[in-house]
């Protein structure tokens, strides 16, 4: 990400960048800079081409890169979703990568995918010749900077447990976390700082958040308490079935961790293993600490016991739910 941050500031452009990633906040906000950057002020029109989806052929983007700009000193071509980065498009994947041998130095193509497959010849061939960007979500350390730089753009301030809070509420999600801010901003004033009470008087806790509240719940051998977010959980139109499919997660996670921690490997390992990030490992450990294996592995038996059971119609899924919740939590 330095790399191409460096590029658009330089103005020194390669010839094919390709962007993928989780964070799709952040694949959205460099695919915009570079087209601000790459074409005037009313430049777009007549020298931006948008392909979307997995039936562009790799033709349609050739003859694009092959068209010179009109009256700007670049054309940018973008790709968006054309699963030619991933297995089943093998010819046009080819070609595509044929295209990356003979673009002129006034076009710019740039691919933005869900996903890819490092072992394709394009891969490859991106990386040869042009840029490869992966959007990871950044660290918690890195996501508080930039939710305080964000507020302070904004004339605001906010309190350290208050980022702390408003990271926890959006689960860490950056698209969340930059609309929260823009309403937070908007709540409080500018100029003023931003608190807990603030953040838990305008932010609704998304969905995974509430699932770390549910289970922890039961942990602490709060039946009401657990219940009671359930049912503000279906009074935000959230299915049963989804919120069940979210607990058993849940409850592996919490499993998982805690035998790993058991054999002594680090937060941070936990997290690569699992491929999630440091504050749930910290929430499943603290979690943890209320079930015993043995209750964690039967809550997971009973979790799949009770999605066959919802699915097969041998019960309702709101009562499958509470039954689970009742029983783990008492």
């Known amino acids: 990400m330095k790399e191409?941050?460096?590029?658009?500031?330089?103005?020194?452009?390669?010839?094919?960048?390709?962007?993928?990633?989780?964070?799709?906040?952040l694949v959205r906000y460099y695919e915009n800079l570079l087209k601000e950057t790459l074409l005037a002020p009313g430049a777009s029109v007549m020298n931006l081409d948008i392909f979307e989806g997995g039936t562009i052929s790799a033709k349609r983007i050739y003859d694009a890169v092959q068209t010179v700009p009109f009256l700007n000193d670049y054309r940018l071509v973008m790709a968006r979703g054309t699963k030619l980065f991933v297995?089943?498009?093998?010819?046009?994947?080819?070609?595509?990568?044929?295209?990356?041998r003979d673009i002129p130095e006034s076009t710019v193509l740039a691919f933005v995918e869900?996903?890819?497959?490092?072992?394709l010849r394009l891969f490859k061939k991106v990386g040869e010749t042009?840029?490869?960007?992966?959007?990871?979500?950044?660290?918690d350390k890195e996501l508080s900077e930039w939710?305080?730089?964000?507020?302070?753009?904004?004339?605001?301030?906010?309190?350290?447990?208050?980022?702390?809070?408003?990271?926890?509420?959006?689960?860490?999600?950056?698209?969340?976390?930059?609309a929260e801010i823009e309403k937070l901003t908007g709540y409080v004033g500018e100029g003023a700082e931003i608190k807990v009470s603030d953040i838990e008087s305008v932010c609704a806790p998304a969905l995974e958040t509430q699932i770390f509240d549910l289970v922890g719940a039961v942990g602490d051998k709060k039946p009401a308490r657990a219940l009671d977010i359930f049912s503000n959980m279906l009074l935000m139109k959230e299915q049963p079935l989804v919120v069940l499919t979210m607990i058993t997660r849940q409850f592996r996670l919490v499993l998982q961790s805690k035998a790993m921690a058991e054999k002594g490997r680090s937060n941070n390992d936990i997290a690569n293993f699992l491929s999630i990030r440091g504050f749930v490992v910290t929430e499943c450990l603290r979690q943890a600490n209320g079930f015993?294996?043995?209750?964690?592995?039967?809550?997971l038996k009973d979790c799949l016991e009770a999605d066959m059971n919802i699915k097969s119609g041998r019960i309702a899924d709101k009562l499958a739910v509470e039954t689970l919740i009742v029983k783990y939590a008492s």
């Not at 297995?87 to 990356?100: W, Y």
């Not at 869900?114 to 072992?119: L, P």
């Not at 939710?147 to 698209?175: C, Q, Y």
């Open 130 to 139: 042009g840029r490869i960007v992966e959007f990871k979500t950044p660290t």
């Open 87 to 100: 297995s089943g498009r093998k010819a046009d994947s080819e070609e595509a990568a044929d295209i990356l």
């Open 114 to 119: 869900d996903e890819v497959d490092k072992r």
């Open 147 to 178: 939710v305080k730089n964000m507020i302070k753009k904004r004339g605001g301030g906010i309190a350290r447990d208050a980022v702390s809070a408003l990271l926890r509420a959006t689960a860490h999600n950056m698209e969340a976390l930059s």
């Open 4 to 25: 191409l941050r460096a590029d658009i500031k330089n103005k020194t452009f390669k010839r094919a960048y390709l962007l993928y990633g989780h964070e799709k906040y």
């Open 292 to 299: 015993k294996t043995d209750d964690l592995i039967a809550a």
